[in-house]
């Protein structure tokens, strides 16, 4: 697992049913793109997230393929419809397996 | 064949000016060519998407990217000058209430971010923005 991975989300706590709202993410990953050198000259092998998804109570919401051309810390901004209360799961991939989620509750008055 | 200065000399510069030829428009045509295996060679349509970026980015290394493409169920995004054209994809479920989104992208030079939208109905539809870039973002 890539070392100081932390993922942020930003979501409103209530909503009205049917709204719009808009979601903010990003997650702490050095994206490393497989085109750098080091020191002595050696390609730098690539390490990054490859998948980001965001699923409201099973719902997709959307589906991302990251390439290396993603920036460092990859963020992300959209658009969610909130029908009900419930809970969001963001879920990151990463390409040396490990897999980095977490979910945030909104509430429908 | 005796092998003279002049005769070595013609040698090498006929083969480098073929390697030379040979390699220059790598970039523009990778792109082309995901374009094409995107689309299947389908007609690309105009003005159906928004492609939001700055004019001039002084940092390739984190290009803010923005678009907005009523009627999408698919956008992915290429920059044409990067390495690695393909920047990425992003498909949109049930629940999206828009089919937007921004992200930061790297970009190693200046060059064009294009967006291809698939739409509902199986077109597609594409938008381009030029982004000057003043420091590259794909290291040394």
């Not at chain 1, 919401?61 to 959209?78: C, R």
């Not at chain 2, 995901?34 to 689309?39: D, S, V, Y």
Request: hydrophobic share 40%; charged share 20%.
């Amino acid at each position: 697992m890539a070392s100081g991975v932390k993922p942020r989300v930003k979501v409103p706590k209530k909503a009205a049913a049917g709204e719009t709202i808009t979601i903010k993410t990003l997650i702490s990953h050095k994206m490393e793109s497989g085109q750098r050198k080091d020191d002595d000259g050696n390609i730098i092998p690539r390490s990054i997230i490859n998948r980001f998804t965001a699923d409201f109570n099973g719902q997709n919401v959307i589906d991302v393929t990251l390439e290396p051309a993603i920036s460092t810390n990859p963020y992300f901004q959209f658009e969610a419809v909130v029908p009900e209360t419930g809970e969001f799961k963001f879920t990151w991939y990463d390409d040396d397996g490990s897999v980095y989620d977490t979910s945030k509750k909104i509430t429908v008055n | 064949m005796e092998l003279t200065r002049r005769k070595i000399l013609a040698l090498g510069s006929s083969t480098f000016a073929l390697a030379s030829l040979t390699s220059l428009p790598v970039f523009a045509s990778t792109t082309d060519d995901e374009i094409a295996a995107l689309t299947g060679g389908a007609e690309l349509g105009e003005g159906a998407i928004t492609l939001t970026a700055p004019e001039i980015a002084e940092n390739g290394n984190t290009v803010p990217i923005a678009f907005d493409a009523p009627g999408a169920v698919e956008v992915t995004l290429f920059a044409d000058g990067n390495p690695v054209p393909n920047v990425a994809t992003f498909k949109f479920g049930p629940l999206s209430a828009s089919r937007s989104a921004s992200t930061r992208i790297r970009l190693a030079t200046t060059q064009d971010v294009v967006a291809i939208a698939k739409m509902e109905d199986g077109s597609f539809q594409t938008a381009k923005a030029n982004v000057k870039v003043t420091i590259g973002g794909c290291g040394g």
